[in-house]
């Protein structure tokens, strides 16, 4: 029996990779689809809105990269266990988010050496200015908000596995708190498990 | 009873949404505005986790990220949506307005007369006709984005609407199912209320 979710992205980390990082925590079975930017212009006017991801369950479409990860966090209870917790794992998601594009456009898609460094410049300062904001309300003991794995955890992980990996390693160090949340993260076994399986992907992005 | 305190400038802004919210709940709040001069003076004492407002408290805990205060918001007044499912579609309708929401404030917020002209006639016929053609396939014949109540993606569609026919007034004209989304927002009667008492403001 096919799985009940189909995930359709680009065959990379980057927007896709926090809904992957739930299922996988989860334990839920879906379709892992990913395509070329080749064969992306084919693809475009089957989705809602144009872009990727895509998550189709129960003959839906749903389309925008973190409403569909608040969509599987609410489905596998990753989203927080009061209003107040959700509320405050939204807010680190929507401070975080811009990371994910701004690292793209320096280490993916820069136009050349020179838009390379001014786009480095203001990534970095970005990169401060957001990991601090979450340094100072990030909870001490491993996760963000509450005592519980959230899909803002997650978010995170994927962002500083992105900064330590594929930008400037070294980074988190800077930050106790943050990078405590992703050492829990890495301990979970089925993320462990997940880390060891993932495509590499197009890009290490 | 919990009690709601929003922190914002004294402009709609990122928080018209969540004000707009409470109203349609009928959620009883106070509604702090700060003006902008004040703000400097203000910001290292003030309660902010991260430095910014909007902010909510509620019975003394801090929220901060006008979405996310939203959300909480429109869970509180029961304007979510219905499923997990119907929050998603909801969700990811005001993400996509968002997209669009950002280009426009840019255009508005363009200091330069002749840059802004430039940026005014590009959003007007290159970014919003597209959207407007995309959400008028995305909304019911009931006039809502979403099942069949009230949802904050109606509110929030029509909240992005309220600012950018300022900018462009025929802008709906012609789009049958967006005109009665805006009609259900405006005929809900706390937000009815709202909109008559609300200050008025440039922004």
Not at chain 1, 31 to 44: G, N
Not at chain 1, 49 to 59: A, F, H
């Amino acid at each position: 029996m096919a799985p009940r979710y189909k995930l359709t992205y680009f065959d990379v980390r980057a927007r896709g990779e926090p809904t992957r990082l739930l299922f996988a925590a989860a334990g839920v079975e879906y379709e892992d689809v990913r395509i070329t930017f080749d064969q992306w212009p084919a693809h475009k006017d089957s989705t809602p809105m144009g872009v990727l991801p895509i998550l189709e369950v129960d003959g839906i479409t749903l389309s925008q990269s973190m409403s569909i990860a608040r969509f599987i966090a609410r489905e596998t209870g990753m989203d927080g266990k009061t209003r107040l917790e959700r509320a405050q794992a939204d807010a680190f998601v929507d401070e975080l988010e811009e990371l994910i594009p701004k690292m793209a456009g320096v280490v993916v898609f820069p136009k050349d050496k020179k838009d390379k460094e001014e786009k480095s410049k203001e990534l970095d300062k970005l990169i401060a200015e957001r990991l601090g904001k979450c340094e100072k309300l990030s909870g001490s003991d491993g996760h963000l908000v509450g005592n519980s794995l959230l899909w803002c955890d997650l978010v995170l992980f994927n962002i500083a596995h992105n900064i330590e990996e594929a930008y400037k390693a070294g980074t988190m160090q800077d930050y106790p708190k943050l990078t405590k949340v992703c050492d829990t993260v890495k301990a979970n076994p089925r993320i462990a498990k997940w880390m060891t399986e993932r495509p590499a992907g197009q890009f290490d992005f | 009873m919990p009690t709601y305190k929003l922190t914002c400038f004294n402009v709609r802004g990122r928080a018209e949404l969540i004000r707009l919210l409470f109203a349609a709940g009928e959620i009883p709040y106070e509604d702090v505005r700060i003006e902008w001069d004040k703000w400097p003076e203000l910001k290292p004492i003030s309660d902010t986790p991260m430095g910014q407002i909007p902010t909510l408290e509620v019975d003394g805990q801090v929220i901060c990220q006008s979405m996310a205060i939203a959300r909480f918001v429109a869970g509180k007044a029961g304007l979510l949506g219905k499923t997990n499912m119907d929050q998603a579609r909801a969700d990811m309708l005001l993400d996509g307005g968002m997209d669009v929401g950002k280009l426009f404030t840019e255009m508005v917020m363009e200091k330069d007369a002749s840059k802004k002209a430039e940026k005014k006639k590009e959003f007007g016929e290159k970014h919003l006709p597209p959207f407007l053609a995309l959400y008028e396939g995305f909304a019911g014949d009931n006039g809502h984005f979403v099942g069949d109540s009230l949802t904050w993606s109606d509110i929030g569609f029509f909240n992005m609407m309220d600012f950018i026919t300022a900018e462009y007034p025929g802008a709906l004209d012609g789009y049958c199912k967006l005109n009665k989304v805006i009609d259900n927002v405006k005929s809900n009667p706390g937000v009815a209320k709202w909109l008559k008492e609300r200050p008025v403001t440039n922004h």
